[in-house]
């Protein structure tokens, strides 16, 4: 009857040394694929950005339109991007197109 077991010092470097190669292809991993959907995640606000942006845009026949149905009806703004905005969110319903 063996009272003691000796522990082989090679068996314990190896495994230890394929836990951690283990540890570190998984952390690897991980890294990658948070990477990746970064990647993902930029290029899918990107098209949320261009079709906000193309969604909001504004011809310019229809500018014209505003400026002269402004001019006609006293209305002040600026004929910039940001007045026209605030045009339409001020008329919801664009009278400048009924006449």
């Known amino acids: 009857m063996i009272s003691t077991i000796e ?3 090679f068996a314990f470097k190896i495994e230890s040394l394929t836990g951690s ?6 952390a690897g991993f991980f890294a990658g694929l948070f990477f990746i ?3 993902n995640l930029e290029s899918e606000a990107e098209s949320f950005n261009y ?6 845009l504004i011809s310019a026949g ?7 149905w402004a001019e006609e009806n006293g209305v002040d703004f600026l004929p910039t ?8 969110q001020d008329y919801p319903q664009r009278p400048w197109l009924k006449q």
Do not use: D, F, H, V
């Open 7 to 9: 522990k082989n010092p």
């Open 21 to 26: 190669l283990l540890i570190l292809a998984l």
């Open 37 to 39: 959907l970064s990647k």
């Open 51 to 56: 079709y906000y942006q193309s969604s909001e």
């Open 81 to 88: 991007r940001t007045g026209l905005k605030k045009m339409l």
């Open 62 to 68: 229809e500018k014209e339109i505003m400026t002269n």
